[in-house]
């Protein structure tokens, strides 16, 4: 099977504290999976799970503590050194866009700087053609926002042009960190769409990281759900989010409010009181929050069991 | 359903930003003759892309105008112990009095608002201290734990400093901050957004235990049409400045009259189908230069003639059915 990119048992570590009280928080702690050329694979879970550690180790942001990365069959230690985004491929998108674009700078600027950086066009003429064919592919045309600043965009437009700056360079992966979360329901669907279609009509990888598993769902084959750094149900977006199996996996699919006002959430929840403590805890991170908590769970790492090819890091499926 | 007595009602209300830039007049005219009538004990969701007014309309709501928002015209009633009180009437310091005991606004991203410096203890303290007066420090801190703990969450936060909870615990503490003094009437601007769907039911939890521990009002925006079916009994989607529709959150989510309603529940994706959705076309108007006739009509498919010209006035469909467009009664509706 031809992989796009792999990750294989990647680690980071972060250590904090003074001198006197150091901690050491395990922020991705052997994570493995890997994305097909044309495929959309989902990274879902709540804030400080690992999500955009992965994604920025991968973007070549920060270093691994251990593990491999290997893209387009080429792994990471070799090219090491050298940007990830020139030399690999490798463009990403951001929560904010309005955090991504200078608010005082107009933002066709950044498009023709990307083109002088990857030497992509010689004349002028030559980068607006290239600026306007990405644009169309995002449902915007240059006239539209030439010599405009990122205040005069809306929150989904400006969205969609920091989704087009990305492609310009033609990458074979795209990263998008948490892309829609900022943007309102109704043009979610507009962006979400768009990313559809762009795996329909080119063979562009994406790495969607999202905690919005509808959308999820809706776009993506493939999806792997963490919960504080390690990666605890992964498989079909079928299989994972229609009949979940991890105790986690269950909560947040129960946790999806229902635009029908007869599905109404009844049960209390218990949420986590400080993460830092979910981070240390020895045994399953999961354990404090389950309602099948078993002795084990506490002093046991639970092992990756395969359940109808679907990976489950659980002692319930144990044997 | 037995109505229950009002709580807060405004009057042709407009709410109109004044805007200098070098020399030339802007009005943003982000509220634009909305009537409300929000009852008693009820979650009252407003929802609406983001740029429709919403927020405008809480601060309005919460008697928070200052400029370069102005009140151009229209009435916000609040109805304290059974009397109407028209809020714009009062003098600021009669005005900072009733909102104490009488309102709690939590605005959007409220809960970057807690002081990073000194623990929640202190907050709790200053907080109770400035409206509760005479009372010893052990005696308020007392209320303070009672109050956290009784709306379920760990006493021990108090002992932290805010950086050292996550976002959703900070969110969680500042609603429950504004709860503290047992107001009549809560208003929340989008207190769930970019929280994750876990953290997001911890605080719809957190809302829906004050309301019915208080049995007070609660005014909710969110664009998140799923949290809105979750928590609120009446709706009103707002487009460009106004109330489109209104009713009851069974009533829009499964008989929605106007366009922009169906697009926003018809865009969410839904689990077990994949087909696809489509978003509400084109983009929100601007609120400096709105289309003329309904503000919708460049969006809408189905607009008609009279849509360019004239705007639709919100009638009322049924008892407690309010929609605001001339597909649906008028001479040109299919009512007629």
């Known amino acids: 099977m031809e992989k796009l990119l792999e990750v294989k048992a990647l680690t980071k570590v972060f250590t904090m504290g003074s ?116 644009l169309q592919l995002v449902g915007l045309t240059y006239d539209e926002f030439a010599g405009k600043y990122p205040s005069e965009f809306s929150g989904g437009q400006l969205q969609r042009i920091s989704i087009a700056r990305a492609l310009l360079t033609k990458p074979n992966l795209l990263i998008a960190d948490e892309p829609v979360s900022m943007v309102d329901a109704s043009l979610r669907m507009s962006i979400v769409n768009l990313f559809k279609r762009l795996k329909e009509e080119t063979d562009l990888g994406v790495l969607y990281i999202t905690h919005d598993l509808a959308t999820a769902y809706y776009v993506s084959e493939r999806i792997a759900i963490m919960f504080r750094g390690n990666i605890v149900e992964m498989g079909s977006v079928e299989q994972v989010l229609m009949s979940p199996r991890h105790p986690y996996t269950q909560l947040l699919r129960e946790s999806i409010p229902e635009a029908d006002p007869k599905k109404r959430w009844s049960s209390a929840i218990t949420l986590s009181e400080l993460e830092s403590e979910e981070y240390m805890r020895v045994g399953c991170k999961f354990a404090g929050r389950c309602p099948h908590v078993m002795e084990k769970c506490k002093s046991e790492m639970p092992e990756d069991v395969l359940v109808d090819d679907t990976l489950v890091k659980c002692h319930l499926y144990k044997g | 359903m037995t109505m229950n007595k009002t709580i807060l009602r405004t009057e042709g209300l407009k709410a109109f930003y004044m805007l200098d830039v070098f020399g030339t007049r802007k009005i943003v005219k982000a509220v634009n003759e909305v009537n409300l009538d929000i009852r008693e004990n009820e979650v009252y969701g407003i929802a609406g892309e983001s740029g429709c007014g919403k927020t405008t309309l809480l601060k309005a709501l919460a008697a928070a105008i200052e400029p370069p928002l102005r009140l151009v015209d229209g009435y916000i009633f609040y109805y304290v112990d059974g009397e109407a009180v028209d809020v714009a009437t009062l003098s600021p310091e009669a005005k900072r009095k009733l909102r104490l005991d009488y309102i709690a606004y939590v605005p959007q991203g409220s809960m970057s608002a807690l002081n990073p410096v000194i623990k929640l203890k202190e907050t709790y303290l200053d907080f109770i201290e400035s409206h509760v007066s005479g009372r010893s420090k052990e005696e308020t801190l007392a209320i303070a734990e009672k109050h956290i703990s009784e709306l379920g969450l760990p006493p021990k936060i108090l002992d932290a400093y805010p950086h050292q909870l996550s976002g959703g615990m900070r969110q969680r503490v500042t609603i429950a901050l504004a709860a503290l003094l047992k107001p009549s009437i809560i208003i929340a601007d989008e207190p769930t957004t970019a929280l994750d769907v876990v953290v997001q039911r911890g605080v719809v939890q957190l809302l829906m235990d004050i309301q019915k521990k208080l049995k007070n009002t609660i005014i909710m925006v969110t664009h998140d049409m799923g949290v809105q079916a979750n928590i609120a009994d009446r709706v009103g989607i707002m487009y ?22 169906q697009f926003l529940i018809n865009s969410l994706p839904q689990f077990g189908d994949k087909s696809t959705r489509q978003s509400v076309p084109g983009s929100p108007p601007s609120l400096i230069d709105l289309p003329g006739g309904c503000a919708f009509h460049p969006r809408c498919p189905h607009a008609m003639q009279i849509c360019l010209e004239k705007t639709p006035d919100l009638i009322s469909l049924d008892t407690d059915h309010k929609v605001a467009c001339w597909l649906v009664g008028g001479e040109h509706g299919k009512a007629s």
């Open chain 2, 240 to 261: 460009a400045g106004k109330i489109v529709e209104e009713s009851t959150t069974e009533k829009i989510y499964g008989d929605p009259q106007h366009p922009y309603t």
């Open chain 1, 19 to 134: 001198i006197l009280s150091r901690v050491k928080l395990t922020a991705t702690d052997t994570v493995s999976f890997f994305i097909k050329p044309g495929e959309i694979f989902t990274l879902a879970g709540e804030s400080g799970c690992g999500k955009t550690t992965t994604a920025k180790i991968i973007l070549g942001f920060e270093e691994p503590t251990s593990g491999a990365i290997i893209h387009n069959g080429k792994d990471r230690a070799e090219t090491k050194g050298k940007k990830v985004w020139q030399e690999e491929g490798i463009q990403a998108i951001f929560q904010d866009p309005f955090g991504t674009f200078n608010p005082l700078r107009v933002v066709d600027r950044y498009f023709f700087e990307t083109l002088q950086n990857f030497k992509m066009a010689t004349t002028k003429r030559e980068a607006i053609a290239l600026i306007d064919e990405t």
